[in-house]
Structure formats: structure tokens, C-alpha cells
């Protein structure tokens, strides 16, 4: 297929890139987040930015690219691809805060579950995952620094607690100890 034409290109020149959707469009301040980059007129590109740090593409295909996110600090930034044909700048990736977990409470409850246990840290309110060990728990995000979560069902001893966020996974400073019923 031949590369069309953009108005006022002369004959013969690569169309600009343009980016369609990044996939996710999230990740950790840390970076390390494996990000692809959909689009046209990306075979030519020779560096990504995010914000002002750039970074060294993967080619896959023209309509194709992937990347991994440096670190930044939380916020979000606006995502650059330098190609032959151009500059596209139409896309932004959101860095987020790695979630901290100071507190449980109550830190024991019956095997059976049901007890509701109160989960208290920093950057939680984008909260996606909840385990106690390797049960997943129903939770509400009621703060940036509170999670009210439903112990599930869990054999009698200690559960390590970890809530999980786009910006990382958090584990909790004391088990959550089951008791037998």
C-alpha cells in the first residue's frame, strides 16, 4: 500500500503518524510499563516521549509500536512520536502514585469471612484488587487513604493483605489472622 498523501506534503513525502489509542494508558511513577502505541504512520518512528523524557520504540508495523514508560512523578503526561513523517503529540499517559497500606483493622475475624475490615494507606482510591492471601475480597474505595473490604472466606491462620492499583501493589504491615469459628 502506498502512503497517501497529506495535503501540502510534496509528492513522494511519508504522511505525519498519528496515534490512535495506548494501551494501557496508565502505570506506576516507577515506570517499566510495557505501553502500545496504535496508529498510522508509525514504521518510521525514531523516539517517543513522555512528557520530556524520550524513550526508544519497538517497531511492530506502521499501524503498531510499543514502548516501555520511564519514571515520572504522578500526574499525566502528554506522549510525543517523533517520525520520518512528522510529529504526532494527540495522546497523554497518567502516571500513578504506588499505593501504601499502614493500617488494618480488625486484624483477626472468623475463617468463615463477612467480616468487614477497614484498610487505611496512601494513594487508594484508584483502587482494582483486593486479596487476603490469594482470595479476592469485594471492597469500596471510600478515600484516596481508606478501603472498606469484606473478608472472604479463608482458612483458619495469617492472610498477608495486598490491594492492588494501577499504580502498583501495596502489602499490609500486619497479616490479617483467621480464627477458627
Avoid at 494527540?90 to 468463615?112: E, H, K, Q, R
Avoid at 477497614?118 to 474505595?141: E, H, K, Y
Avoid at 487513604?145 to 500486619?174: C, E, F, K, L, S
Wanted: proline share 12%.
Amino acid at each position: 500500500m502506498v502512503p497517501r498523501r497529506e495535503t501540502g506534503q510534496p509528492e513522494g513525502a511519508l504522511p505525519p503518524p498519528y496515534i490512535g489509542s495506548l494501551t494501557p494508558g496508565s502505570g506506576p511513577t516507577a515506570g517499566g510499563t510495557t505501553v502500545t502505541i496504535t496508529g498510522t504512520g508509525l514504521a518510521t518512528t525514531q523516539t517517543v516521549r513522555f512528557g520530556t523524557t524520550a524513550v526508544v520504540p519497538t517497531i511492530d508495523s506502521d499501524s503498531q509500536i510499543t514502548v516501555t514508560t520511564p519514571p515520572q512523578p504522578p500526574g499525566t503526561v502528554p506522549v510525543v512520536v517523533t517520525a520520518t513523517g512528522g510529529v504526532a503529540d494527540d495522546a497523554v499517559f497518567t502516571y500513578t502514585a504506588t499505593p501504601g497500606l499502614t493500617g488494618i483493622s480488625p486484624t483477626t475475624g472468623p475463617a468463615t469471612g463477612g467480616t468487614t475490615v477497614v484498610l487505611t494507606g496512601t494513594n487508594l482510591a484508584q483502587t482494582t484488587g483486593v486479596s487476603f492471601g490469594s482470595a479476592p475480597a469485594a471492597f469500596t474505595a471510600v478515600s484516596d487513604t481508606q478501603i472498606n473490604a469484606i473478608a472472604p472466606a479463608h482458612t483458619p491462620g495469617p492472610a498477608t493483605v495486598t490491594v492492588t492499583t494501577p499504580g502498583g501493589t501495596a502489602t499490609g504491615p500486619d497479616s490479617y489472622t483467621y480464627t477458627y469459628t
